[in-house]
T-cell receptor
Framework: NAGVTQTPKFRVLKTGQSMTLLCAQD?????MYWYRQDPGMGLRLIHY???????AKGEVPDGYNVSRLKKQNFLLGLESAAPSQTSVYFC?????????FGSGTRLTVV | AQTVTQSQPEMSVQEAETVTLSCTYD???????LFWYKQPPSRQMILVIR??????QNATENRFSVNFQKAAKSFSLKISDSQLGDAAMYFC????????????FGQGTRLTINP
């Protein structure tokens, strides 16, 4: 089925470790977003991309990096994980006013 | 910066009854869109309803309808004939006009349906 696939779905990291979350879409959408969801705070934008080779900062970018080398993939990296980055991470694509979300990645940093 | 506020962290309703979830937003833009998303325990984000700011008519989707009060910057969701499957987190979201526009989310309301 067409849509947005996030990998992995779950991950536990130790403080200081690094990892990359992958968001892959097969809908040829230009715009892609990374959000984090924390209890009582809704979803907050980390970084976004308006096309291949472009990235921009969102509301809470500190501690994260992103890359969009290929149109279909949007990678979110944590260089040195901290407990404050324990969260559920969502990727989304946008076409006009329609947003398609992945199923999320639950990340725990211990 | 635009903000979205959901003042009800939790709501509950009896099955088959009607419930209204509140949402207010702050913006100086005239061209924007408002959304309600449902997030069941599966974590999937499901679009419930969308409202264009330029439309005066309130959007409806089957048992779901909104009360869009543009001057008051209010966008409430009414769920009629509540069903057990409606139990979920509900998020109100806002985006500005055209192009690549992020969604700005409220804090969410957890809705419980009592059988």
């Amino acid at each position: 089925n067409a849509g947005v696939t996030q990998t992995p779905k779950f991950r536990v990291l130790k403080t200081g470790q690094s990892m990359t979350l992958l968001c892959a879409q097969d809908m040829n959408h230009e715009y892609m977003y990374w959000y984090r969801q924390d209890p009582g705070m809704g979803l907050r934008l980390i970084h976004y991309s308006v096309g291949e080779g472009t990235t921009a900062k969102g509301e809470v970018p500190d501690g994260y990096n992103v890359s969009r080398l290929k149109k279909q993939n949007f990678l979110l990296g944590l260089e040195s994980a901290a407990p404050s980055q324990t969260s559920v991470y969502f990727c989304a694509t946008q076409l006009t006013t329609r947003y398609t979300f992945g199923s999320g990645t639950r990340l725990t940093v211990v | 910066a635009q903000t979205v506020t959901q003042s009800q962290p939790e709501m509950s309703v009896q099955e088959a009854e009607t419930v209204t979830l509140s949402c207010t937003y702050d913006t100086s833009e005239s061209d924007y869109y408002l959304f309600w998303y449902k997030q069941p325990p599966s974590r999937q984000m499901i679009l419930v309803i969308r409202q264009e700011a330029y439309k005066q008519q309130n959007a409806t989707e089957n048992r779901f309808s909104v009360n869009f009060q543009k001057a008051a910057k209010s966008f409430s969701l009414k769920i009629s004939d509540s069903q057990l499957g409606d139990a979920a987190m509900y998020f109100c979201a806002y985006r500005r006009g055209q192009g690549a526009q992020k969604l700005v989310f409220g804090q969410g309301t957890r809705l419980t349906i009592n059988p």
